[in-house]
């Protein structure tokens, strides 16, 4: 489980290469055992940050602190920190077995917790043995990396860093090379494995449906910037600003007037919401995830338009539905299908319509993570 | 017509100037110059004379082979490294001068080296005396390294080029300080190239001539010039025999080292033409 405690801690982060800033004054702790998700398009700095608490890049400015000290300057291999890089970067000059060997080896028996050299290849041999067990790769280690799939090379990446039972584990989008079917397999597994070993593990990705299917915690990262960080269920169900919700599952984004609390205007119509706290007449973003609106017959709609196209997606049909008055696109799905050139009404319920701050990612406002681990 | 068609001119340079004239040697080999089976040619060869020679030759090759990796290794992975803008303009550099004749090359070693040559002015120009070079097995090793030395860092580099870098980070990550990155890593990943630069460099270095003759005035003679001087021998009849079989002799160690450095390199990884 989660623990409170604060494992990592980036404070006021920075990073440039030459004249690009790849991140503003990051701050973000990271928890003993967390399964944490750095999610964002690609270039948004991600890979950086994952970086950066690896050792392998140093920041610009600000700091970052493992269990309270701080790391900057201490190279990748004196950290506690392992990684599974995106490409795998194995040895394939060493087999499989020696590939996992390969960090023990590096260590004093001591460090082994063993007396004797002797006893240091027994205690390797033991932990390597268990390692291939846990990636389902028993009897391959004789095998060359050369004769493996993306799939099982990837499990020896995986058993190659946690066989040095480190304290956090970075992944690189480690499941960016294999198919679906394959991927989502190793996701369950992955989250598996981690809950068992209780290490804390940091993820990156772009991949939103893997961002909410392993995290405990999410953070989004847009411009070089956190934008919202929260438990996959907060980031989904309340996103921050337009990009989140946006990146985050499929939306439609409209512009809106707060008119009062608890009441918001948008397509000349008023309705009724459950956010407050917003200046009377302020511009927003009005954000309606597609599966929220609900078609119903054209007299009984508080909106009114033609269906355009239909896909079939299998579980549900992806309609566009083109809003009278201001034309816009309506992406909606449901389970029932409508064909192209009906006329439909759409309503939405008060508590799916979220309200947002107009907020650019340049101007964005600094994100707090909140201090303890609620639903 | 069929594609194998399409080497027939090569095949046939071949047949015409490699088969046909390695079966002449093997002819001459194994044959007095009456015509009759002999294997006495090759008792020629454990003479003392002539083993000295074939020893040397093996000895200088190996001496410019480990020069050669010592000087040349470091080299590649300065010139492969991450970060350095100007390694095609460095590489450029170290081919420019296989772009030359071997013989102009050696040609102006000598001068360099020469009693009165360049060297010996710098140094007496620094008041540190002269020293004597040419004629040496000193100034012959230096030929050999400065001659061969490219062919040890092109495939050196090649390889450490398309090393992925995440593969050091890896390392580094796994716990390799930087010093056991390069033992643990870089080198283990590299002997493709390796393998493919010392032969490259020891085949033709144990087999070179000229460059020997011309730097130590005719006092050193390797294995290629003592074939050469066996065949132009005009006083003995047999000399196209015995000639023939030292290089039947050659042939066979080198075909052996290739195999022992096959085995080091199964899958011929470095791109080695040999």
């Known amino acids: 489980m989660v623990q409170d405690m604060r494992l990592i801690e980036l404070k006021g982060v920075c990073k440039n290469f030459g004249d690009t800033h790849v991140l503003h004054d990051v701050d973000l702790y990271i928890r003993k055992c967390e399964f944490i998700t750095l999610l964002g398009p690609s270039g948004c700095g991600k890979t950086t940050l994952l970086r950066i608490i690896g050792g392998f890049e140093m920041p610009s400015s600000g700091e970052v602190l493992f269990e309270g000290s701080d790391l900057t300057g201490i190279p990748p291999y004196k950290r506690r920190i392992n990684t599974v890089f995106q490409k795998y970067a194995l040895f394939n000059h060493l087999n499989v077995y020696d590939n996992i060997a390969f960090g023990l080896n590096l260590k004093t028996p001591e460090q082994l917790g063993v007396g004797s050299k002797k006893e240091k290849k027994a205690e390797i041999d033991r932990r390597v043995r268990r390692m291939l067990k846990l990636v389902k790769m028993e009897g391959y280690e004789k095998r060359s990396i050369d004769a493996l799939s993306g799939g099982q090379q990837q499990r020896i990446a995986i058993a190659r860093a946690l066989v040095n039972e480190p304290e956090v584990l970075l992944l690189d989008e480690p499941l960016g090379a294999l198919d679906l079917k394959l991927r989502k397999e190793m996701q369950l597994e992955l989250k598996s494995m981690q809950q068992q070993l209780g290490i804390t593990f940091i993820y990156v990705t772009h991949d939103q449906e893997e961002a909410l299917t392993m995290s405990d915690t999410i953070a989004v990262i847009n411009g070089g910037r956190i934008q919202q960080i929260g438990d996959p269920k907060r980031i989904y169900d309340e996103p921050n600003n337009a990009f989140v919700a946006d990146f985050i599952g499929e939306s439609n984004i409209l512009d809106g007037v707060m008119l009062e609390d608890d009441l918001v205007k948008f397509c000349d119509t008023e309705f009724q919401c459950v956010d407050e706290g917003f200046g009377t007449n302020e511009p927003v973003d009005v954000v309606v995830r597609p599966e929220d609106v609900m078609l119903v017959g054209e007299d009984v709609g508080m909106l009114t338009g033609t269906v355009q196209s239909v896909i079939f997606k299998g579980v549900h049909y992806e309609m566009m539905i083109c809003g009278d008055g201001n034309g816009f696109n309506w992406k909606v799905h449901s389970t029932t299908m409508q064909p192209a050139g009906s006329r439909v009404g759409m309503t939405i319920v008060p508590y799916n319509i979220h309200i947002m701050h107009k907020a650019t990612t340049a101007d964005a406002v600094p994100v707090q993570q909140k201090p303890s681990k609620e639903a | ?274």
């Open chain 2, 1 to 274: 017509m069929k594609r194998s068609w399409y080497a027939s001119p090569y095949a046939l340079w071949m047949l015409l100037f490699a088969v046909v004239p390695l079966l002449f040697v093997c002819w001459y080999a194994f044959t007095t110059p009456d015509g009759t089976f002999t294997l006495s040619n090759f008792q020629e060869f454990v003479k003392p004379r002539y083993m000295g020679v074939i020893l040397r030759s093996l000895k200088l090759a190996l001496y410019c082979t480990v020069l050669c990796l010592v000087i040349g290794y470091p080299t590649a992975y300065f010139l492969a490294g991450r970060g350095f803008n100007h390694a095609q303009s460095l590489v450029v550099l170290i081919l420019l001068p296989m772009w030359m004749n071997l013989l102009l090359r050696t040609y102006a070693m000598m001068t360099l080296l020469d009693d009165n040559g360049v060297l010996n002015a710098a140094l007496e120009a620094l008041g540190l005396g002269k020293i004597h070079v040419i004629g040496t097995e000193g100034a012959v090793l230096m030929g050999l390294v400065y001659n061969y030395l490219p062919f040890m860092v092109l495939p050196i580099y090649t390889v450490l080029k398309k090393m992925d870098y995440s593969v050091i980070e890896a390392a580094e990550d796994l716990g390799c300080n930087p010093l056991r990155v390069i033992t643990r890593v870089v080198i283990p990943m590299s002997v493709p190239g390796i393998v493919s630069g010392i032969t490259m460099v020891f085949m033709p270095a144990v087999t070179s001539f000229a460059i020997s003759t011309l730097l130590s005035n005719g006092k050193i003679r390797l294995a290629g010039d003592l074939i050469d001087y066996i065949f132009n021998q005009s006083s003995n009849p047999t000399r196209w025999n015995i000639g023939s079989s030292f290089s039947l002799i050659m042939l066979v160690l080198i075909l052996i080292s290739i195999g022992f450095l096959r085995k080091v390199d199964p899958d011929n990884e470095g791109g080695g033409m040999w």
